[in-house]
């Protein structure tokens, strides 16, 4: 039941998929983060089927890339996006580290953010038109959604937190961090190795690009924040997958031409 209480925990925070409401206590907290790369898998699903609906009605590039840039939206319901638009504002403010976390905690939205995120959901529809829609590929990416949330479960037990209060830094007291640790570097071995046997060149090239990208997070997160916080957790996510895909993208249309 314990268990049970922590995938409800995490399904409740991170995503907009029904679940059975649980208190806020830290005995359900404490292995919450374990399951947040669930959610990943549902959005991997999602896209998959996707994927086979658009080939079943023979829908085009455009629909199905601007279908693929939103499910993860339907499914988690923005979270992550909100605090990477945060985070882009502190970011454009080229202010103090404290007056970046305080822009961070700002509920509104300034121009950076709204300009960053178009420039996100554009870029990110264009990198899912040029996929190849075939099956091996599809199925490998599906596992990018899966992959940013082990890399974000890590990063929250095993890096510094930027504030001694918030979302992320509560969930970082209250988990239980060497069971946290060792689950989600068995989540991160599964999706390499999904993610390879799926599809070789796109796999390989996926997974590199999100450890490359999680060793910058650390760095960037500590010399522009002094560790990070919900909101550089939610930016984190948000790059991870693009970075993934357009790591993926490139590596099968270079070795189509090798």
């Not at 059975?20 to 359900?28: A, G, I, S």
């Not at 924040?225 to 991870?240: K, M, N, P, S």
Request: hydrophobic fraction near 60%; aromatic fraction near 12%; glycine fraction near 8%.
């Amino acid at each position: 039941m314990k268990l049970l209480r922590s995938v409800c925990m995490a399904f409740l925070m991170y995503s907009h998929i029904p679940v059975p409401l649980v208190e806020w206590r830290d005995e359900n907290m404490a292995y919450a983060m374990c399951f947040f790369p669930l959610v990943g898998v549902i959005e991997g699903a999602a896209l998959l089927l996707w994927c086979w609906l658009c080939g079943v009605l023979g829908i085009g590039a455009f629909l199905f890339a601007a279908g693929a840039a939103l499910l993860p939206v339907a499914v988690n319901g923005g979270i992550h996006m909100d605090g990477f638009c945060d985070c882009c504002d502190a970011l454009a403010s080229h202010q103090t580290k404290e007056r970046k976390l305080e822009i961070m905690k700002d509920s509104g939205a300034g121009a950076f953010a709204v300009i960053c995120c178009c420039a996100y959901f554009l870029l990110l529809a264009a990198f899912w038109s040029e996929c190849a829609r075939e099956l091996s590929t599809m199925l490998a990416l599906a596992v990018i959604p899966v992959l940013s949330r082990a890399f974000s479960g890590l990063a929250v037990v095993s890096f510094r937190s930027a504030r001694t209060g918030g979302l992320l830094a509560t969930f970082s007291k209250a988990a239980q961090t060497k069971s946290v640790r060792v689950v989600m570097v068995l989540w991160l071995c599964l999706c390499a190795a999904a993610a390879v046997c799926a599809q070789l060149v796109a796999g390989a090239a996926l997974i590199v690009a999100g450890l490359a990208f999680f060793a910058f997070y650390r760095c960037f997160a500590y010399r522009q924040f002094g560790g990070i916080t919900g909101d550089t957790a939610g930016w984190f996510l948000q790059l991870c997958e693009l970075i993934c895909l357009a790591a993926a993208v490139f590596a099968q249309k270079i070795a189509a031409i090798v």
